[in-house]
């Protein structure tokens, strides 16, 4: 019989130019390469050949409240495209790790007023990543 796991979102840390991110609305962080690892070409005879994709882009997602503290400072950053470190670290189990040394955010969040509140994302163009 397999055992049970406990997934606890307050393992996540995450970082922006060593400014620890609070605040989170649920989906909280999303990392994604921007393209596959390997290509895959077929000729004409069935021949096969397999090209690695050498692109380091991937994209982060990060969600906060509107009401988190550190609305105000990723929304500078966005404004001055300032180059920042980014670290993800989920302290769970099994213990992973997205180090970040070159990124930028593409824009401000977009702001939504009505009668409840709405989530703030930015959206990181990391322009390298080291997963583990």
Not at 27 to 54: I, L, P, T
Not at 107 to 125: H, I, L, V
Request: hydrophobic share 35%.
């Amino acid at each position: 019989m397999a055992g049970g796991t406990t997934y606890d979102p307050m393992d996540l840390t995450v970082t922006v130019g060593g400014v620890y991110l609070t605040g989170f609305s649920e989906d909280m962080a999303e990392f994604e390469k921007d393209e596959d690892n390997w290509e895959v070409k077929v000729g004409g005879q069935g021949d096969v050949v397999r090209s690695k994709v050498n692109n380091p882009l991937a994209t982060l997602k990060v969600t906060l409240l509107p009401t988190s503290p550190q609305v105000a400072h990723l929304d500078k950053l966005a404004n001055t495209g300032q180059l920042v470190s980014v670290s993800l670290i989920y302290n769970g189990s099994p213990k992973e790790s997205i180090t970040i040394t070159e990124a930028f955010i593409k824009k401000p969040a977009a702001r939504t007023y009505g009668n409840e509140a709405e989530d703030r994302e930015y959206e990181f163009q990391c322009l390298d990543a080291e997963v583990n």
